[in-house]
């Protein structure tokens, strides 16, 4: 459950004892626990605005949470670049692969 929860901070703007209660079917003393958990593991910080009590995941880079979209369109991104690489890689002919092709229709 620790790694729902993980994920949850990671994928929403703020998050709270209550979210975790509500989105995970957990107890308050869970969510309290996994919550301090987290905070104490450098996964979440205190919002500094907002409801009381709700928490933010920090990021690994240090550039505070991304929303889910962002974190979705820099995946497609990737994948498109390295299909586009891997099409390219497909699509290149070796001249030896010219020659050879040219030799088996002249045997024809």
């Known amino acids: 459950m620790y790694g729902l929860a993980v994920f949850h901070a990671r994928t929403r703007a703020s998050i ?8 995970l079917r957990v107890s308050a003393a869970t969510a309290e626990a996994m919550m301090g958990e987290m905070s104490a593991r ?3 910080a205190p ?3 907002g409801t009381s009590g709700a928490m933010q995941a920090v990021s ?3 550039q505070g949470s ?8 820099k995946a497609v ?8 690489a891997e099409v390219e890689e497909d699509m ?8 050879s092709e040219a030799r088996r229709q002249d045997h024809r």
């Open 16 to 23: 709270s004892v209550a979210d975790l209660v509500s989105k």
């Open 42 to 44: 450098g996964v979440l």
């Open 47 to 49: 919002v500094l605005r």
């Open 60 to 62: 690994p880079n240090g």
């Open 66 to 73: 991304q929303s889910v979209g962002k974190l979705v369109d």
């Open 77 to 84: 991104e990737r994948l498109t670049r390295d299909m586009d």
């Open 92 to 99: 290149a002919v070796s001249p030896r692969d010219v020659a």
